[in-house]
């Protein structure tokens, strides 16, 4: 797509795209969900086009016909009030764009932080403001002018975003909880004003008596610092805590795009021949041809042209068993070479490989989930207009009837201070920090609020077997020996020549032969086939190890019962080593991943929580059944040979069939479906990238802890819920007292203070939660 370069009335230069289609814009200035509504609403006004805004990613996907122009589309969203940027995507050595999940924002970065600058200044300055007029001991002459000075700057400054978001809503006719939180705190820092160089408020000696009585009152000796103060200092402390989570919206990009590897030895002609040179991946072009040693990442995706090996594709594909390649064969990019060393001509760079497939993959399913609208921002599309309104038919009310401008304006202004609630900048922040705080102890992580009414509503959980459900470990099963022969010593010779190999199957059975009979004998003369079989000598025989194929070329002659046994082993999804000396097979090796011993009581959990569990896998179908008939899986609930584009594409299907789905991996490849997943739950023994990607991560490998996660998560739910009811409760049954005049505002504070208080002892409760997994 081309670009031309236009001006933003900033001044700034952007790279818009000249040509009709679809683009990403990032939009800044948002504050709730209904900002991302109302920049949606105001693009899909505009004649062809189709808009989708993320409040969380902060982007807005948007398809447009070619008679508008990418500028027409950045126009639109500033005039809802917004800003909106083009990002310019990373441009690798040949050109080519690649994915847009490059390093993360640094203005998002400098956001938080003058966010977290902001609530710590505000905090120091309102302790000291709310102590003095809830404590009458601390009252000392002329303490009111104390309190002004330390809650000026607060209200002025600290409350600044809620002001300007205020006033971008009020230009534009609209009203959010910002609204509500700017009138509150400005309306009761003026009355203050008006009480302190007006009333009688600013006297020597002026008191707060600390009085549950109520009593009409003109409102000119009360002051009400405590409460613009406090308000701004709660509610900043939410705001923060919602940024710092949604910072991290492109790590999962990141951390895909950074398992590449970084640098390739190339093979150039030389004058004594080929010689190889170490160059950066990003200057690969399609036909070089590159070395890749046992251990090493393959660059990028290409085809073997010598050698053999077998290739580790688990971190891509799910694949518990590597891969043997050899001429001719495909490999990907970012997957490890776990044999010999091979020469690959590479076939596709940059933005074609498989490894940035996966990233747009990723970008895609994150852009395109839909994100849980934010309670209070819910409860305040229609409890501001309301407060409001009611505020401004008090102050009519009490004028009409002659009561005075100065007990009409103070019930006025008594109804948007009790309305506007302190604890709701408590409610969610203090659930989530206690709810999380003990899931980290228990191994769950919660990323953050908008993850919680997901787990709500879930009903079906979708488990990847490699790494989730099965160790993802190659592991000694059992030993087969021939009639009149000895397993352990079929294990001992075949452990012993295994040893000298480092092929991954060749690792397992060497472990497994020390595991149970300890030390193994020395190997001589020992010799690999790649992608076949070992030969060694121990004790004075010649031991053969590998594929029945591969003895009978070494004239060992075949055993018909043990093959019957290999076929059934591998009838079962195991992989079946041979073993051979003195010309004839003596016993076989069962090599296969193991199940996790809790699997299976995690699946019964999970089903008394109402969820139906399915099986997903990259591996063959003959595999996935034998492992979902051990744990507990139905036959009709495994989806088996599945490559991670099809892993989105069965997340996909769940949901357009009425499916609120969960998903639980913990490999590269199952990213995207995480991202898909209305519940993403990563293990965190996985990869970085799944763990970024998803929405819950389970620090420890037991899948019981995905059970305990979505018991938090829902308990945790109904916590933040429980609060939020109980910071309007407090403040809606004082609405009428307030319109009535008889509001006392130390009252009014109390009441405050103790749907605070309130609110923090209902999320400690959270403390007291108990997991299942030990």
Known sequence: MTTTPTTTPGGASLGLPSAPGAIELEITGMTCASCANRIERKLNKLDGVTATVNYATEKAKVSFPDTLSAEELVKAVEAAGYGATVPAPPVTAEGAEGPSGGEASPAAYDRVRALRDRLVVSAVLSLPVIAMAMVSALQFDYWQWASLTLA?????????????AAWTNLRHGTTTMDTLVSMGVLAAFGWSLYALFLGTAGMPGMVHPFELTISRTDGAGNIYLEAAAGVTTFLLAGRYFEARSKRQAGAALRALLELGAKDVSVLRDGLS????????????QVGMRFVVRPGEKIATDGVVEDGTSAVDAAMLTGESVPVEVGPGSAVAGATINAGGRIVVRATRVGSDTQLAQ???????????????????????????????GLSAATLGFWLGTGAGAAAAFTAAVAVLIIACPCALGLATPTALMVGTGRGAQLGILIKGPEVLES??????????????????????????????EDEAEVLRLAGAVEDASEHPVARAVAAGAKERLGALPAVSGFESTQGLGVRGEVDGSDVYVGRPVFLAERRQMRCTELDAAATEHESQGSTVVAVA???????????????????????????????????????????????????????????????????VDVVKRLQESGKVVAMVGDGVNDAAALAQADLGLAMGTGTDVAIEASDLTLVRGDLRVAADAIR?????????????FWAFAYNVA??????????????AGAAMAFSSVFVVSNSLRLRGFRATAA
Request: net charge positive.
């Open 455 to 484: 787990t709500r509503q879930v009903d079906t959980i979708v488990l990847d077997k490699t790494g989730t459900v099965t160790t993802g470990a190659m592991a000694l099963h059992a030993v087969v020996a021939a009639d009149g």
């Open 712 to 724: 938090l998560a829902r308990r945790t739910l109904r916590t933040i819920k429980g609060n939020l």
């Open 273 to 284: 021949g080929q010689v190889e040179e170490r160059i950066p991946t990003s200057q690969l």
């Open 152 to 164: 000026a700057p607060v209200v002025v400054w600290g409350a600044w975003p809620f002001h300007k």
């Open 358 to 388: 996966m990233a747009r993959l990723v970008e895609d399913a994150q852009n395109g989930k839909a994100q849980v609208q934010r309670l209070a921002d819910r409860i305040s599309g229609f409890f501001v207009p309301i407060v409001i």
């Open 734 to 747: 004082a609405i009428p007292l307030a319109a009535a005049g008889l509001l006392n505002p130390m009252l």
């Open 581 to 647: 000396w003195g010309g004839r097979m003596r016993g076989i090796l069962v090599v296969a991943d193991t199940i996790k011993t809790t699997s299976a009581q995690a699946i019964q959990e999970l089903r008394d929580l109402g969820l139906t569990p399915i099986l997903l896998t990259g591996d063959n179908e003959r595999v996935a059944r034998t492992v979902a008939a051990q744990v507990g899986i139905a036959e009709a609930d495994v989806i088996a040979d599945v490559l991670p584009a099809d892993k």
